[in-house]
């Protein structure tokens, strides 16, 4: 068996939610579309769960180009009190999805599991095959269906409504993590005064993660570090 790590923040202790909405994410940093996602998670389960993995197929990260693992938690932290029910962050090691959904099956197994996605994502999970192959699993009947079965059941967003996906609301729909990094390295760079950063940072994210990104020098380029 594919032994897979999921990790909880250990200020929620032991939890056994009936139903259960999971969205992979790198939260790098959570921004506005993200908390978007989490409360339609949480209209559809009676708990939601972010959870960062901890490697990737198709990008790397470093600090302080990007945050570290234990700072994105703590960013998810700080602003679920927006939020109108229970979410729980935690990390993984699993990039495959049929994998991770046997691992929080075995975690919760009383509890109805379902993940939220956006339509990339999505897509990019269709490929399950190709990337079982890559890293030399077997694949066969019995994966194609568990695919089927979480693909068939996930919540699945796009920002322009594209196939199956619901669509994202307009006033999100240019929200990312990469814009968010990128504005912040350029406060950075020509050293913005407070003011600047809530003015052009506000609209992606909360004033708390602004306020973490800021103190914290997140986002600067290698050489802007200190």
């Known amino acids: 068996m594919r032994t897979c790590s999921i990790r909880l923040d250990p200020l929620h202790g032991d939890w056994q939610p009936r ?26 389960a009676e708990a939601a769960l972010a959870l960062i993995p901890t490697s990737h197929f198709h990008k790397e990260v470093s600090f302080p180009r990007n945050a570290t693992f234990p700072m994105r938690q703590a960013m998810l932290r700080q602003v679920l009190s927006t939020l109108p029910g229970p979410v729980r962050v935690g990390l993984t090691d699993e990039v495959l999805f049929i994998e991770l ?8 197994p009383t509890t109805r599991v379902r ?4 339509w ?13 192959r890559q890293l030399g699993l077997p694949w066969g009947a019995a994966q194609e269906e568990e695919l089927e079965a979480l693909l068939g059941g996930a919540l699945v967003f796009d920002r322009g409504g594209a196939g199956r996906a619901r669509c994202v609301p307009p006033s999100l729909r240019g929200i990312s993590s990469t814009l ?3 504005t ?12 600047a950063w ?20 997140l986002y600067k380029l290698q050489k802007e570090s200190s």
């Open 180 to 182: 968010v990094r990128r």
């Open 101 to 108: 959904v046997r691992a929080l099956g075995r975690r919760w």
């Open 19 to 44: 139903s259960l909405c999971v969205l992979l994410g790198s939260f790098d940093p959570v921004h506005r579309g993200h908390l978007w996602l989490l409360r339609q998670a949480l209209a559809h």
């Open 115 to 118: 993940l939220v996605m956006g």
């Open 198 to 217: 809530s003015q052009e940072l506000e609209g992606l994210v909360e004033p708390a993660t602004v306020r973490y990104i800021r103190r914290h020098g």
């Open 120 to 132: 990339g994502v999505w897509q990019r999970a269709r490929q399950s095959e190709a990337y079982y």
């Open 184 to 195: 912040a390295r350029a406060l950075h760079h020509r050293s913005a005064p407070g003011r």
